[in-house]
């Protein structure tokens, strides 16, 4: 299983928005609708900020939103912050108990 | 307060076994599929084995099948990955994580294996 495609990096300044994409293929993210996104401060657990496709979980802030075009998913943060700075994964569930991650993109702020 | 705790992690020589371990509590472990993680240092994510609410189900990646083993006691709300032939590819810090809604919604603090030549 190969990894998700995104950008090494992605930078903007407080109060902008910025998106990252992650680009898979028909057998993850374009087959199924269980499209996530982690954030991951240094030396922290990952920690998960949007679940199928677009929901948000229990206090994570408006201001993160995803979604989902064929194979590509994408999370946008608007409104920039300083605690936004953090690498961010994306996963897709891919069949059979399996899931795939993404590359990893670091958010500088 | 859903709380998933890792350990078991250490130093082994290349070619050792290790058995890591996951402790859960604050929710229904026999409800949810499990999974561990595992991050290599200053690398990415990369899942690597995933084991079905009641534990016949398990999945692994190209990079671990047939050397690693997960498996789960509900009755003890445990999680457990046996590895064995360790190499140095394998040295990484270690996470279990609980599955909801095909997501990873949480996650152990993570236990590191360290592979010696």
């Known amino acids: 299983q190969s990894a998700l495609t995104q950008p090494p990096s992605a930078s903007g300044s407080p109060g902008q928005s910025v998106t990252i994409s992650c680009t898979g293929t028909?057998?993850?993210?374009?087959?199924?609708?269980?499209v996530a996104w982690y954030q991951q401060h240094p030396g922290k657990a990952p920690k998960l900020m949007i679940y199928e496709v677009n929901k948000r979980p229990s206090g994570v802030p408006d201001r993160f939103s995803g979604s989902k075009s064929g194979n590509t998913a994408s999370l946008t943060v608007s409104g920039l912050q300083a605690e936004d700075e953090a690498d961010y994964y994306c996963?897709?569930?891919?069949?059979?108990?399996?899931?795939?991650f993404g590359s990893g993109t670091t958010v500088t702020v | 307060e859903v709380q998933l705790v890792d350990s078991g992690g250490g130093l082994v020589q290349s070619g050792g076994s290790l058995r890591l371990s996951c402790a859960a509590s604050?929710?229904?472990?026999?409800?949810?599929?499990m999974h561990w993680v595992r991050q290599a240092p200053g690398k990415g994510l990369e899942y690597i084995s995933g084991?079905?609410?009641?534990?016949?189900?398990?999945y692994y990646a190209n990079s671990v099948k047939g050397r690693f083993t997960i498996s789960r006691d509900n009755s003890k709300r445990m999680l457990y990955l046996q590895m064995g032939s360790l190499r140095a590819d394998d040295m990484a810090l270690y996470y279990c994580?609980?599955?909801?809604?095909?997501?990873?919604?949480?996650w152990g603090q993570g236990t590191l294996v360290t592979v010696s030549s």
């Open positions: 996963s897709s569930y891919a069949g059979s108990n399996n899931f795939v």
């Open positions: 994580a609980k599955d909801q809604n095909g997501a990873l919604d949480s």
């Open positions: 084991i079905s609410y009641d534990g016949h189900d398990t």
């Open positions: 604050g929710f229904t472990f026999n409800n949810f599929a």
């Open positions: 028909s057998s993850d993210v374009g087959g199924y609708n269980f």
